[in-house]
C-alpha cells in the first residue's frame, strides 16, 4: 500500500539527491571557465575586457557544462517525489538515479578535458603565446562535488532498497481470505 506524499516520508538519502541537483544547478550561475595569466601586462588586458570574455559560467561554456547538472536535477525531483512508492522504488528508480547520476558525472569530466575546445584553434594559439591559461571556475568543481555526491546516495539508495525488499510486505488487514 502506498502512503499519500508527505515531507517527512522522505528519506535522508533523496533529501540529498534533491540537493545535490540544487546544487548542481545553481552551480550554472557561478564560473565554470576562467581565462588567467601570471604577467602584469597581459593580466591588465583581461582585465580591461569585458567580465563575459574572462570568466564564463556553465551556459556561456560548452555543452558538458549545462548539459549535466539539468539530468542531477531532475533526477532528484523524481526521486523525491516517486521515492516512496514502493512498487516504483522496487523496479529500479534508485537504478536509474545512480545511472544518471554517473551519465551527469562522466559528461562533467569529459567537459574537464574538453576545457580549452570551448575557444577555436586561432584564440588558443594566442592565448598560448601571451601566457593565458585556460582553467576552471569554482563552479564546474561545485558541479563535479554535486555530481560525485549525487552518484555515492544513489549507490547507498540501491543497497538500502535491496534490504527492503528483502523484508516482507505489511498485509492489509481487509485483505484476508478465510
Known amino acids: 500500500m502506498t502512503s499519500p506524499f508527505s515531507v517527512k516520508s522522505v528519506t535522508w538519502r533523496e533529501w540529498l539527491g534533491l540537493a545535490a541537483g540544487l546544487l548542481a544547478l545553481g552551480s550554472t550561475f557561478l564560473p565554470w571557465t576562467t581565462l588567467s595569466t601570471n604577467k602584469p601586462d597581459i593580466e591588465i588586458v583581461l582585465s580591461s575586457l569585458p567580465h563575459s570574455d574572462v570568466v564564463r559560467n556553465a551556459w556561456q561554456s560548452s555543452f ?51 576545457l580549452d575546445w570551448e575557444f577555436d584553434a586561432d584564440q588558443r594559439g594566442i592565448f598560448d603565446v601571451a601566457g593565458i591559461a585556460i582553467g576552471a571556475g569554482s563552479g564546474r568543481f561545485l558541479g563535479l562535488f554535486a555530481a560525485l555526491g549525487s552518484v555515492v546516495v544513489a549507490f ?21 481470505t478465510h
Open 64 to 114: 558538458f557544462a549545462w548539459c549535466p547538472p539539468l539530468p542531477l536535477l531532475l533526477a532528484g525531483l523524481v526521486v523525491v517525489v516517486f521515492g516512496r512508492i514502493r512498487k516504483v522504488r522496487v523496479s529500479g528508480l534508485p537504478h536509474l538515479w545512480l545511472v544518471v547520476a554517473a551519465a551527469s558525472l562522466l559528461l562533467m569530466v569529459l567537459g574537464w578535458f574538453t
Open 156 to 176: 547507498l539508495d540501491i543497497r538500502a532498497v535491496r534490504a527492503e525488499s528483502r523484508q516482507p510486505r505489511k498485509r492489509n488487514p481487509r485483505s484476508k
